[in-house]
């Protein structure tokens, strides 16, 4: 960037400076009673945008995949899915890792539901099915029982 564009840009931003300040001080600045003092300042560039940790490993995905797998409730399952501060695309990677469907549809919270269904549900409503007991979507649990059947007269 050449002089002349470095003196345009700092007289507008010291434009856009007096175009801020109240009238009163406009007349003290105007009558020599204020004046204006520039002093350099070197500023760090700020990326507004939110930093992002960075993305978890495939061997971190596979290892949460195994604690999940261990878990008994889906309310645990949803806890640490919840420490994990997974974004979207961390989830895909995850769902993708244990071979689950993805789709683009799919936001965060789908894609949750399909990662704990498929590592602790499906175990769950299994072992209900032999008569173990079950997840109660509250963390309890209950014990089940066959039906049993009625003799025939």
Do not use: W
């Not at 290892?63 to 640490?80: H, M, N, P």
């Not at 007991?133 to 509250?138: H, Q």
């Amino acid at each position: 960037m050449d002089d002349r564009k470095r003196l345009a840009r700092l007289l507008r931003a010291l434009a856009d400076l007096v175009d801020k300040f109240p009238p009163e001080k406009i007349a003290e600045l105007a009558s020599g009673q204020l004046s204006l003092v520039a002093s350099a300042a070197v500023s760090a560039k700020v990326d507004k945008r939110r930093a992002r940790p960075p993305a978890p490993s495939e061997a971190t995905l596979r290892e949460l995949a195994e604690r999940l797998r261990s878990l008994s409730s889906r309310a645990e399952g949803d806890k640490v899915l919840a420490d994990a501060s997974l974004s979207k695309r961390d989830l895909e990677r995850l769902a993708r890792a244990m071979s689950l469907p993805v789709t683009r549809n799919d936001n965060g919270d789908r894609l949750r539901e399909k990662v704990i269904e498929a590592s602790i549900g499906s175990r769950l409503i299994s072992s209900a099915i032999r008569g173990g007991s079950v997840d109660t979507s509250s963390g309890a649990q209950e014990k089940t029982s066959a039906p049993q059947s009625s003799p025939h007269r």
